[in-house]
């Protein structure tokens, strides 16, 4: 390690002898203003380059000369300038749009080199293009970015109807959900059937599996970064879609022209809107629906000033009343919803050092209430859980050379957590739990460089120190091996308690072996400081978080991975397998038995152990051309670990899905007709079914088997989606989309019960949930 | 409090369209384990031990017992032999258990040595008072007082008619706790116990309050917890017991029992 720092070091005194001026500034789309982030900028006569930061930022250094820039991204015509530099220059790009068919609009904002995907140091990376997830096959009418990042390798879906998302077999608490640097908590709608994620108000999207750079913490799994659009800063636009169980609208335009825009984005449902027409007064006074609202603006002070506001608002409701008779009536409400703003602040304190400063606020509620009247009687049962963060992020970037792209940073995150709580009311006799409200503070500070140490090996390595403070007030407990409590100690306001800290290394390597094909290899700890107690396994808004405490130790992952990329016939196809080796402690179970739904002292329900996961994915694109699309293919296997679950032996985790397989094809008929399908294959999950029977006082009893040692039935699914566009002019274009979700109907297993047969009570039967059978649906969509 | 949680969630996992099929599965048969439930009681069978083995998955009686085992009782230096008496059980007669007084039980089955222990509970007295009976549904509310000692934190509450152990008038799927921790209480408890039309006057009810062992509690607990598992998402179980190897199913506990009876008028 000493020789290695003393290496850097000496490296970094050479580039900074050599250094003379500097060519900076932003990489934006000539027709939106939007800036590009990750574009690669090359300078032939110097044989080097570099890229844009997530902002859109650059910054490159040269001798003093004339040089020739060079951008050539994807889906924009190719851009060449000659720029003569005897002094440091400021230089914004502006990409002018290929011309296309369908998407001829679309804002082109997460272009790559198309060789980038071999240069980068980043192993085990999955960047989504917008652009493709508008063409990927969608349910009812919804694009949706975290189903499609589910057909990427290496991650999929929990469950059907469910945006909880296994990630090289780490759990859904496991994945850091970010939306414009906000941390969403429960990213679901309609149980989880849409994501609250708009795809009308995105940007970009990169998920790391692996090797995370040291800028990101607070998980174990993954990281999944979304970006919002900033708004078109030079003419008005709007865009939407009414469809059959939603509509949407976005406008956006310039605050100011070139100097801010913004942008709007609202989702509606209105299935309630036709219940309320219904002559049946129980489906007339149910209400379902949700919503969702993002904003966005961003302002340009200066040169070296520019404010960002952003923020996310939704919320889903169920309830229904009914009157069985005029004694007895009952009542239900469920709601649900998060809240995110994000306000950031990007300053230049020179051409080499670029900031950011970042306010961030999130918060994510559930609540239910149920109410029942039988004459006198009268029950009424309230629960809610919860979680909020307010943050404070202090990040640099600085140039150093082109060789050494330095990042350092700093944040603190207040976290407050409200476990289950609930209070049932039966004729006035009061039950509820004694939960209370959780504080941590989470700090943490970051260093990494972004290496390249010659035209075929760059680096990326870091260190991130973390750390969990537990604050008052609160009781601080004193627990057993088997999460009892045995002592407690109250806390006032404010006082800190309990601290736990951590160093999580972070390296990432690409080696390009020739001008087609490279190697990357990473290794990552990564750390959290908070659980998620799930009530089933593929997540629902009931799930809550929870801090971690004397029992709940933070959760560890170590992860190695190793890959090999190839690009053939000139970038046109990208392929790639990459195998890993997670391993993960204090990973948390439940006890044979556990009961969750409150919080009191719910380490008495869980159990605490180790997991480990490994895998090949194999991946393979076909990126331009009339015909795209994607195969990827994931072999997996994940275990646990725990002391008092199947005699302390390893047994599966409910996620070990041995194969798991998407396909994605996209034609393009003509420039106006477009058809895609997409198809699903993955082994059933592990589970537990019963696999005998016993008595006890003559009575009979299921016998299970060991944890997780059965398998559901295998999924499959195929979704086909048509477009076609009906007119096109300079001002205003519409397009009809046509999509079925699950064209052959397959009966997938949601979950599967097992009970004894009506007419021969002797005879156990499984029986299977499903939720999903075929939904055609159709859509409108427009811009202008 | 677990029936609510279920029924959220299957209000979620139902708000959409969903329904439910049969399915054919091809389910492994778990090899075979021994189940033994062992009591001791103050009851004229003072020692009962039942010694059988778990069976297919859609068997639900005909289990295999075990008659060759041989099963000792210790306490205070003293060692009971409990002998058979065919069809799995074990029983000895004319032991008076002592309260707080620890028992262990060796169970040895082809060479091997399967142990327990359980601490005996306090004494209870159980009193009838008058029923109340509504023959039209029909059902009966009973009425007990119950007079618990110190150290009684767990009741199980069973009942029968015209003291026949009839199973049917168990309420053995959802035996009633109460949980107290007081000294010297008297509790008065009512039940409410439908009859399926088979309740007539002249009929006895018998009301059994069993004050029993935190190890019986925490098993029969777990037993039901675990027949509770409907949705196939939630974690399945095996309810463990205080076996000293976990691949024993059942448990070994103690109880004193009390008992009222009541004619129905």
New interface residues.
Partial sequence: MKHFLVLSMVLWAQALYCQNFTISGFLSDSLSGEKVLYGAIGIGELNTGTSTNEYGYYSISVPKGSYHILVNLPGFEVKRQLVKVDQNVKLNIDLKQQAESLDVVEIKTNSKETDQNLKKAEAGVIELDVQELNKVPVIMGEKDVIKTLSLMPGVSLA?E?STGLYVRGGGIDQNLLLLDEAPVYNPSH??G?LSVFNSDALKDMKVYKAGAPARYGGRSSSVIDIRMKEGNNKSFHGKGGIGLIASRLSLEGPIKKDKGSFIISGRRSYLDLFTRLSPDPLIRQTR?YFYDLNFKANYTINQRNKLFVSGYLGNDA?GFKDEYDPGFTTK?K?LWGNKTSTIRWNHLFSNKLFSNTTLIFSDFKFG?S?EDKYDDFVSE?D?SNGIRNYSLKQDFTYYLNNNNKLRFGTEINNQIFSPGV?K?VENNVVEQSNTEQKQGLEASVYLLNEQKINDRLNLNYGLRVSSMNLYGPSNHYDFDDNGSIIDSTRYRKGVFFKSFFGLEPRFNSSYRLNKVSSIKASYARMMQYLHQVS????G???DYWLPVSNFLKPGISDQVSLGYHRNFAKNKYEFSVETYYKEMQNVVD?K???????ADSIEGELTIGRGRAYGAEVFLKKRTGKFTGWISYSLMRSERKFDDIN?GQWYLARQSRTHDISAVEIYEITKKHRISLSWVYNTGDA???????????????????E?N??RM?AYHRLDVSFDYQVKKTEKFESSWNFSVYNVYNQ?N?????F?NDYYNP????????????I?PSVTYNFKF | ??K??IY??L???T???????????D????A??L?I?GNVSNNDTSVAVLI?????????SD?ETVNTAEVRLKYDGITLDIPSTGSGNYNYVGLIPELGKEYNLEVMIDGKTYKANTTFPSEIEANALTPEVDFVDPFVELQNSIKCKKGSNYLWYLSGKNGVPD?NYYL??SPYFIENDGDSVIKTTSFYISFDGNLSVGDTITSFYRNIDAVTYDYFS??I???YQ???????????GNFDD??V??YFGSYYQSEAETVIK
């Fill in positions: 469950g109807g309609v149980l059937f379902l169920f239900q469920i239910a149920f049962l629960y609930y049932y009530h089933i396994s593929s629902t808004p009931l439940y044979d038995g556990a009961f969750t739904f409150a005699k589970v537990t079914f019963p696999s005998g029977s016993y008595q006890i006082d003559g009575i009979t009893y299921r016998l299970y088997s944890r040692a059965s039935p009966m297993a949601y979950a599967i019960n009970r002797g005879e156990i039967k499984a029986y299977k949930l499903t939720l999903l059978p939904i | 409090m677990r609510i949680i959220i969630t209000i979620f996992t708000i959409f369209i969903s329904c439910e099929n049969e399915i054919d599965l389910l492994d048969q778990s075979q384990r189940v439930q059988t083995k778990t069976g297919g998955l859609n068997q639900e289990y199973p053995y799927v777990e037993l917890e675990a027949s409907d949705i196939g998402n939630l974690n399945p179980f095996n309810a463990k976990v691949s199913l059942g």
